[in-house]
């Protein structure tokens, strides 16, 4: 590949112990070796290169609420010249539950992403979605469960939902380049108390329970080389983080985290920096509709990492052009 991208790895998979309940056998997909909720094998890269990774704010791929996307599952991620095709790892938070099953749970605003836009995410170059959010029960329990399975058959891994506490707090882990590297899930803003997973009930991981995600940290720190947390959390309209999500921030940084791509807050937040390591406290929305001029305004959170470790993250400019069509108005890279 040119232009600097990294080798791609071949894809394997592997469902291991408690952690991987409920996971399904997937196709290679070619691009990263990516594993939801278990371990993968070594893909035997003796040394390690250099990562970009990427994260995103909210992304919905409900017609019902974005027409443009109709029959255009491309036309969400057109803006973006390829930027996610050509890293090394993709995490999105996915702002609806994808599936045809389940009835509907009335509230404000209930979203149903449609199954058949996953493969053009994928091909997009969207590796990991959290789905642990104020949506991915608008639908239902069964709807929640059956978008583990459709992101699973289209190659994209699902974190922070699962048929129970363990499995929702499991890491997507992912090796490339050498290194291996998870990527967490949590949901802070929670519409009831039986959304959230327990030893025996399906659900989500608690994004304000700072113990669990500190000792979920912890545990994926012990097995990856990098840890990644996407969450969602904070107060809609937001432009700075609460100092509630602040101090879950830095105590997970400080229990090995080397990343946090916050959302939710439908604005976009700064990034910081805590021990070294980027916070990007809100991305805004991502794919969403245009519903106004600080609403479109978003970004691309950007991590690079060295080869000897050093981690560096920046925000890349973008803005919603059209509904449902975020584009890069600035650099596509740190500077």
Not at 285 to 300: I, K
Request: charged share 20%; net charge negative.
């Amino acid at each position: 590949m040119g232009g600097g991208a990294l080798r791609r790895l071949p894809v394997l998979l592997a469902c291991a112990g408690a952690m991987a309940a409920g996971c399904a056998a997937m196709e290679p997909v070619g691009r990263v070796v990516v594993a939801d909720a278990g371990v993968v094998a070594s893909a035997d890269t003796p040394v390690r290169g250099r990562l970009v990774v990427h994260g995103t704010g909210d992304v919905n791929l409900d017609p019902g609420y974005i027409p443009a996307l109709r029959g255009r599952h491309d036309h969400a991620w057109s803006g973006l010249g390829g930027l996610f095709a050509t890293d090394d790892l993709t995490v999105v938070n996915l702002e609806c539950p994808v599936s045809k099953l389940g009835a509907i749970d009335p509230k404000a605003f209930n979203f149903r992403c449609d199954p058949a836009a996953l493969p053009g995410a994928k091909a997009a170059g969207v590796d990991v979605a959290n789905l642990a959010n104020n949506h991915v029960r608008d639908f239902g329990p069964d709807a929640m469960l059956d978008s583990l399975t459709q992101l699973r058959a289209a190659g994209i891994a699902p974190v922070g939902v699962g048929p129970d506490l363990r499995a929702a707090s499991a890491p997507a882990t992912v090796e490339v380049r050498g290194w291996r590297i998870a990527v967490l899930g949590f949901g802070g803003v929670v519409p009831a108390a039986d959304w959230l997973a327990t030893p025996t009930r399906a659900g989500m991981a608690s994004g304000d329970d700072t113990a669990a995600m500190v000792a979920a940290v912890r545990e994926a720190a012990a097995v990856a080389d990098l840890v990644f947390v996407t969450i969602h959390w904070g107060m809609e309209l937001d432009s700075l983080p609460r100092p509630d999500d602040v101090a879950r921030a830095h105590a997970m940084i400080d229990a090995g985290a080397d990343g946090v791509f916050g959302h939710h807050q439908h604005r976009l937040q700064p990034m910081q920096t805590y021990r070294d390591r980027p916070i990007a406290w809100g991305l805004g929305n991502f794919v969403w509709p245009l519903l106004g001029p600080e609403s479109a305004r978003t970004a691309v959170a950007r991590v690079e990492i060295e080869p000897d470790g050093a981690v560096r993250g920046c925000l890349l400019p973008a803005r919603i052009t059209s509904p449902g069509r975020p584009e890069l108005t600035g650099a596509r890279t740190c500077s």
